[in-house]
């Protein structure tokens, strides 16, 4: 029913209570009292809303007798099924223009609760006004409520003392009205309302038989009629089973010319006092009890035929003022059944929204969204069980010809052949989901063998025929598996896909396996990329040094000066934390002429204090190699004398030096022509040849510490040391080993001819002015006197 069918039979409501422009009467105006006095505000009212008034039938503390409902709250109150509260008019939007709260009575606050006459519309209010805002507690409604049955309970008293029906009296009929409405509130199932009113009118009408059915349609307009609830006709095995079938899922009567199909037709009532001889009769299933008196009353919401009563066997028979009398109750069953259709059309909507919103249209399979549901759910109960989960992400391989040769058709229906191969493939406890277009995404529960992945590749490429197509597809797959790839669904599925594309690039039809390992490392370099930058900005790098050894004299030839990264919250990092993210970067020059700028200023303060420390320091690959590198170490050097900068040596890693080897050459030489010295870092672990280590203007050769730790339990190892002892000796460069962390190494390497030693065993690298005096003292205890 509409809004404006419910206002007309509201307001013919309100007619029929007759109370409008009548005297007040003790028994409304002792309530408005009690409302008064309890709540001890300025007004109480109870309040009838005609077509466009506001009348009070009871007025505590206002003088006035109505007001234009345009302006009243009490409007509002009656448009919804709660008590409505307004604790402070002015701040209220509805209510803060209202003329009676800028002007008397000067509304600031209100209470009014909906009060319902005898056939259930609201018609008034029973309310409270007071011109001061306050707050209203849960107590206080519980009185208000409490008065306003009271009012209701008057209303119902009034009507039936003025009750002139003929054979259904009116206090039955509003109990009966009662029944339905409050069963149908409070039950899930809206047959229970149905069931309750047929009890009802057998009751009411003394009728033996009937039943309420709601009219629908079929797709081409025949009505029909669906069986809400039927008297128990079960006295014979033929109705027997005809009622355990109504119970269980509703009869449908669908003939039209009989005597209970033609209220369908016609709309209206159909009476019939000897069923025996009319010729409209018919329609009863076998077996049924005979039937002599019969009336047929179509129920209407607003102007639809929504439903059908029928009773039979009233021994006095049926008139058209029985009709009339019912037709209260057979209005509100036509609101029952509109709410019905209403409540239907929620749920309809809701599942169907529900479906748009978690299942894909085309294969039914989960979407995205609800792939994210199901898939935080499996990661939960995953780590409930200490199991795993594998994220399979696939994508068909050339579904875009497919579909650009056959059209979407056929690509729709490869799709759903896919979808359905998938779900068959997999077990009941794993998920099949679309992500859209041909990309498809398996969760699989503690897979232990990898030849599950190969199954779901090949059910893919299994034919597909369709109309008359044969279809071959085949399909890449990425694979990570959790918690190996601890991460959250997101990253998981992102992960899944780049595996997938590595799948792709290996020639399509195959899976591959997330590689974490490298993705770690990738993580880990944009992690450093994005803070070194301001690390250099905020001074957080910093040279630590670590001393050389001269095995000839026992003092300390000079230091090794090593980057450290004081990061404000992981403490200081070694280079191996960043260096080699940095590099081929721009900061990897920067940081180089960093250290390069420190160990010049350093050497300067070394000659400042007459001690005649070398400092080494290492060069990153790229800048060494770049284009840039020649004028970066000449412009570090420039003013500074050459007695200096021939104390600052420059390492290079073997390997660095076999890249580019003109471009080494070159910058080697140009760092000569400078008068720095060159060192060839980590030797042994590259390849290069004797002739262009002939050629490399390096005076000095630092053996891979990998070999020096080893060579007293590697013979290999001393193999490799004795070599390049020997090697560094036939081209007369300085031999220095790195590694050395035992007193017996230290010996070995004496006894072989080594020149220089640094390592653990005489001290990790030190912050400037503990590795000058660690110098110091390591001079003294050794008989040098240190210089100052």
Known sequence: MNDTETEKRRLAAVIRLGLLDTSPEERFERLTRIARQHYQVRTALFTVLDHDRQWFKSRQGLDVTETPRSVAFCDHAIRQDQILVVENALEDPRFRTNPLVLGNPHIRFYAGMPVREPGGFKVGTL??????????????????????????????????????????????????????????????????????????????????????????????????????????????????????????????????????????????????????????????????????????????????????????????????????????????????????????????????????????????????????????????????RNGLVSVCFIDLDGFKIINDEHGHAVGDAVLRSVAAKLQATVRSHDIVARLGGDEFVAILRDVGDERVYARLLEVIRQPISFRHHVLQISGSMGITVYPDDDSDTDLLIRHADQAMYAAKETGKNCYKVFDLQSHSSRKERIRVLDQVGSALREQQMELYYQPKICFRNRTVNGFEALIRWNHPKEGILGPGHFLEHIEYTEYARTLGNFVIREAVKQLVEFARQDLPYTLSINLSPSHFLSQQFRDDISGALEGCPRDIRAKLILEILETTAMDDTETVLQNLKACRELGVDISLDDFGTGYSSLDYFRRLPAQEIKIDRSFVMDMLNDADDSMIVSAIVSLSKSFKRRLVAEGIESADVERKLIELGCDIGQGFFYSKPLPLPEAVSWASAYQRDNGVIAQT
């Open 127 to 384: 309310c409270i006004i007071d011109d001061k805002p306050r707050q209203f507690s849960e107590k206080d409604l519980d009185v208000l409520r409490t008065l306003s049955t009271m009012v209701e309970e008057e209303l119902e008293r009034l009507y039936v003392a003025s009750d002139k029906s003929e054979y259904v009296p009116v206090s039955h009929l509003n109990r009966a009205i009662h029944h339905a409405q409050n069963v149908f509130l409070t039950s899930d199932n809206e047959n229970s309302a149905f069931a309750q009113m047929l009890n009802d009118l057998l009751a009411l009408t003394g009728s033996q038989f009937g039943f309420i059915g709601e009219v629908l349609h079929e797709n081409n307009g025949t009505p029909f009629l669906r069986v809400g609830a039927i008297t128990n006709i079960a006295w014979s095995p033929e109705t027997q089973a005809l009622y355990q079938e109504v119970e269980r899922r509703g009869m449908v009567f669908d003939q039209l010319d009989n005597i209970l199909g033609k209220p369908m037709v016609t709309g209206e009532i159909i009476i019939s006092n000897n069923l025996a001889t009319d010729p409209r009769r018919g329609g009863l299933p076998a077996g049924h009890p005979p039937i002599h008196t019969y009336i047929g009353i179509p129920v209407f919401s607003g102007h639809t035929h929504v439903g059908l009563i029928g009773l039979a066997n009233r021994a006095e028979g049926y008139t058209r003022k029985l009709a009339d009398e019912l037709a209260p109750l057979s209005q509100t069953l036509g609101n029952l059944i509109e709410r019905k259709r209403l409540y239907e059309e929620k749920r309809t909507h809701k599942k169907d929204l529900e479906l748009a919103t978690n299942y894909d249209s085309l294969t039914g399979l989960p979407n995205r969204h609800r792939l994210t549901e199901l898939f935080e759910q499996e990661l939960y109960e995953a780590g409930r």
